[in-house]
Every structure is written in structure tokens, then in C-alpha cells.
């Protein structure tokens, strides 16, 4: 059996856990591709994003550019009263820019304001001081400015932005302008970059973000960050991009509530324990599979047992009825004495094959469930008394000190007096099998909580504590020691312990191996 159950193992490992882990660790696999596959598309759509807002923010200032050209066309065309007036218009319509300037060379001296006048103020630094940064400006970049100017001479004009020290934090944006006459000279534009956040890129900011995402504009060095929010909160980011316009600024994002890598960990985490789940589910099917096939592995060969048990059960006594019938009948006995002792060990035999049979019918009835029982009033005194009698005489000769101790003030209670008989004979019976060297049986009836019960107790060779709770299955008997040498159906105590649940009773064991054991049946007492 040790071998069918060992090579079952190895089969539900091979077609079910193999599988199984195959499955978790491929799971896992797939899980961490998964993951960074979603990290890459999610990456991939913040960055869409942020270049929506950069390319919003480009073409803002693109269309002041073209504006710029048509203001600095008709600068020269305007009265000097008139200047004034066209020049505020002009930068009402852009409040974030502060200045415009133009130069027709990198190295001329002289740094145009359009509409701005020489003794005036910008930014509260002086007309020739901003002059200066200007050039110093336009110097410092004059690679940059060659390829503007290659840039529109191929018909592209191109805005760059360019790293300045002028108007108190102002940036600075370049391209060429074409004037009338074709004539090319550096254009430049002066922009506030939190007043551009603030007006021009808010709304943006907020149509993009709606209630899913938080869109930052910020400057670390300065520690100035406007938020989608409309607040000016200094927030962590998910995912950022230069501003292009502004060299010094950033645009930032974020996912309100939960950031990505906490989705992507929570998936990861949801799919673990799915994956753990399944995995124990499988674990606990395997097992419970094992389990039963052990079972009816054990069942298959404890039946096979029973029914060696039984046939030389069987065969025992019919071999003597058959011997001795067969030897009175040829007249070999002469004397009286000796056909008395013959009439005897067949009479004995036979009564020994009508228990077996008896047993096994009544076993197969319970199995069937077509057991019926007679309830009527009967002492059980008497019960114990009549199977003591009946057995007294038979187990003194084998040597037993056969006793028998009552209770004299057990009521009367309603039993099946034909069951609790049987019942207390297959214990004496098993106390007879299993009783080696020290031959005592006694039978012992008496009163506990609400009980009537009687006990049949023995000095033979016990029974080990991990056996106790089986020896009520069917076809069960305890293995090892020298009780394989006892014969048996294995049905006895299952049909004690059926007898017993019928009469709502119930059955205490106590044994030692070596010291004996004790079996009690607890009858319930009549309610008055």
C-alpha cells in the first residue's frame, strides 16, 4: 500500500503541482514584463502631456512674434503723438511680456527699444544699462544667433531661448525679423516667466489636468512652483520636462491620489495573491485528493484483509464441524464420553459460524441503513447478567477469571435488549482475542450523569493512543505487536458504535498498551 500511495504522490506532483509552479513562476514573470511595459506606455503618456503644454507655450509666443513683426512694421509709420498710445495697446495685449527689442548686428553699438523712450525706466533699470545687458546678451550667443539667421534665410523662423542676467529675472526669447525692405536684424522678446505661468499657462494647465493629474510649473532655484491646483504648494513630481521657452523653469506631473508605481505596486501585489491563492488552492486539492485516495487505498486493502479474515474465520470452524461429523458418522468414536465431547466443539463451532455470519448481516443491514430496533423497558443488570452467564463457563476453561460487578440501583431504561447484548458480546469477544498473558474480563454496569452504562474491562495488550479514535471504522484493526496474529473481521466495534448512536448513547475508551483497555457503553437514562 506504502508503495501505491508513494507512486500517487508522484503522479499528482507531476500532472498537478509542476504545472502549478510552472504556471507562478511564469506568472511572475510576465508580471514584472507587464509591469514595466505599463510603466513605459504610462511614462510615454505623461510625456504627451507635458509636450501638449511645451508645444501650447511655443506657440503662444510664436504668435507674439508675428505680432512683434506687425507692431515694429508700424512703429515707424506712427506720429510722435501717437506712438505712445499704440506702444500700451501693444503690451496690454501681452501682459507678460515687458520689452521687445531689436538689433540689425551682433556687434551694433546701438540696441533699439521700439516705442520706449531713452530717458525712461524698464523694470526699474535704466534705458543704457539695459542696452548693455542686451548686447552683452546677444554677444555671448552669437553662434545661436548665426543660426537664426540661417534658419531664415531657408525660410524657417525660429524662437530660442537664451540665458539671461536682465530685468529682474526676465527671459529672454530670439528670432529674426524681416522688415518691408527685406532687410533681416535680431529680434528679441523680454518675458516674465511667472506672470507668462500665471496668465498664460493656467487655463492650459487646468484643461489638461482636469481631476486626474496635477501639472506643475517650477523653478527649484528660486523654489517657485505654480500648480494646476492654482495653488503655489511645493509638490513632489512623477514625471518632468524642460519648459522650453524658459531654460530655468520646468513643467512637471503627477497623478492625483495614487502615483503609477502605486497602481503598478498594487497590481503587482492584487496578482501575487491571486497567484498565491491559486497556488494554495491547487496545494489543498492535491492534498485533498491525496487524502482520499489514500483512504480508499487503505479501505481497498483493509477490505481485502476482512475478507482473508473472514474466509479463515469461516473456514475454522466449518473444518471442525466437517472433521468431527465426519468421524462420529464413520462410527470412530466408541465411547460416550468421547461423542459427548465431539457433539460438544461441533455444537461450539457452529454457534461460533452463526456469530460470524450474524455479524455480517447485521453490519450489512446498518451499512444499508434497514437496521430496525425494539425499544421496550429492560434493566440492563439483566442484560450484562444473561452474557455473563453465557460466557462463564466457556472462559473459565479457557483460563480466564471471568467476573461480573452490578449496579443494583440502575433504573429501568428503554433499549433494544437484543442490540445491547450484541453490542457487550463483541467486547467480551475482543477482550478474549486480545487478552495474552494475564487472563481477567469483568463487566461492570453502574450510573454516571444522566447515564446508565456497562463497561468491559480487560488486562491484555491495550491499544496505542494514535488508534483509539479509529478503532470505530469499519473493517479497521490495529497493526503492529502480535495482534496480527489475532483473526477478525474488523467489524465489531463499528457495529458496537452503531448500536451505541442508535440509543443516543455514547462509548468511553481507556487503554495502555500493555495494562489492557476499557470500554464503556453510556446509555441514556428513561426521562420520568
Known amino acids: 500500500m506504502n508503495k501505491t500511495v508513494k507512486r500517487i504522490v508522484v503522479i499528482l506532483i507531476i500532472l498537478i503541482l509542476l504545472p502549478a509552479a510552472f504556471l507562478t513562476i511564469n506568472e511572475f514573470v510576465s508580471l514584472n514584463q507587464n509591469e514595466e511595459v505599463i510603466g513605459r506606455i504610462y511614462s510615454n503618456q505623461l510625456d504627451a502631456i507635458l509636450y501638449s503644454v511645451n508645444q501650447y507655450s511655443e506657440d503662444v509666443v510664436s504668435s507674439w512674434a508675428s505680432r512683434i513683426d506687425l507692431f515694429l512694421d508700424e512703429i515707424p509709420k506712427l506720429k510722435a503723438n501717437e506712438t505712445s498710445a499704440v506702444t500700451d495697446s501693444f503690451y496690454s495685449q501681452m501682459p507678460s511680456l515687458f520689452a521687445v527689442f531689436v538689433a540689425d548686428s551682433i556687434n551694433d553699438k546701438f540696441i533699439e527699444l521700439p516705442g520706449w523712450s531713452q530717458d525712461g525706466n524698464l523694470f526699474s533699470v535704466d534705458y543704457k544699462q539695459f542696452n548693455s545687458q542686451i548686447k552683452n546678451l546677444l554677444i555671448k550667443n552669437e553662434g545661436l544667433v548665426k543660426r537664426l539667421f540661417t534658419y531664415k534665410q531657408a525660410g524657417y523662423r525660429k524662437l530660442e531661448p537664451v540665458e539671461a542676467d536682465t530685468a529682474e529675472g526676465g527671459s529672454v526669447l530670439l528670432f529674426i525679423e524681416e522688415t518691408p525692405q527685406g532687410t533681416k536684424r535680431i529680434t528679441g522678446m523680454v518675458i516674465d516667466p511667472k506672470e507668462f505661468t500665471y496668465r498664460i499657462l493656467s487655463p492650459k494647465l487646468q484643461e489638461v489636468a482636469q481631476q486626474e493629474f ?308 453510556m446509555l441514556p437514562l428513561s426521562k420520568s
Do not use: C
Not at 274 to 285: A, D, E, K, M, S
Not at 402 to 427: C, G, R
Open 214 to 521: 496635477l501639472i506643475s510649473v517650477f523653478n527649484t532655484a528660486e523654489i517657485f512652483q505654480f500648480n494646476s491646483s492654482r495653488d503655489f504648494k511645493v509638490r513632489e513630481v512623477q514625471q518632468s520636462k524642460a519648459l522650453w521657452i524658459f531654460p530655468n523653469y520646468r513643467i512637471g506631473i503627477s497623478l492625483l491620489g495614487q502615483t503609477i508605481e502605486d497602481l503598478v505596486q498594487q497590481r503587482a501585489l492584487t496578482n501575487i495573491l491571486l497567484i498565491g491563492l491559486l497556488t494554495i488552492v491547487l496545494i489543498l486539492g492535491v492534498w485533498i485528493v491525496y487524502r482520499n485516495i489514500r483512504k480508499e487505498v487503505e479501505i481497498a486493502q483493509i477490505k481485502s484483509d476482512f475478507v482473508s479474515n473472514v474466509s479463515h474465520e469461516l473456514r475454522t470452524p466449518l473444518s471442525l464441524i466437517s472433521m468431527f461429523s465426519e468421524t462420529l458418522e464413520m462410527d470412530r468414536v466408541k465411547t460416550d464420553e468421547k461423542k459427548k465431547e465431539y457433539y460438544s466443539i461441533i455444537s461450539q463451532e457452529a454457534n461460533r459460524l452463526g456469530k460470524i455470519v450474524n455479524s455480517i448481516l447485521n453490519f450489512s443491514k446498518m451499512e444499508a441503513g434497514k437496521r430496525q430496533y425494539n425499544f421496550v423497558d429492560s434493566y440492563l443488570n439483566d442484560v450484562a447478567e444473561n452474557v455473563y452467564r453465557s460466557y462463564k463457563f466457556h472462559l473459565e476453561q479457557k483460563g480466564f477469571t471471568f467476573k461480573i460487578l452490578k449496579d443494583e440501583t440502575i433504573p429501568i431504561i428503554k433499549i433494544d435488549e437484543e442490540a445491547v447484548s450484541e453490542a457487550i458480546v463483541n467486547l467480551v469477544d475482543n477482550a478474549v482475542k486480545y487478552s495474552d498473558n494475564e487472563k481477567s474480563i469483568t463487566i461492570r454496569t453502574g450510573m454516571e450523569n444522566n447515564y446508565a452504562f456497562v463497561e468491559v474491562e480487560d488486562k491484555g495488550i491495550g491499544i496505542p493512543d494514535k488508534d483509539q479514535k479509529k478503532v470505530y471504522e469499519k473493517f479497521f484493526r490495529v497493526s503492529g505487536g502480535n495482534i496480527h496474529n489475532v483473526k477478525g473481521s474488523g467489524l465489531g466495534l463499528s457495529i458496537v458504535k452503531h448500536i451505541v448512536d442508535a440509543h443516543k448513547g455514547k462509548i468511553e475508551l481507556n487503554s495502555e498498551v500493555n495494562k489492557g483497555s476499557k470500554f464503556r457503553l
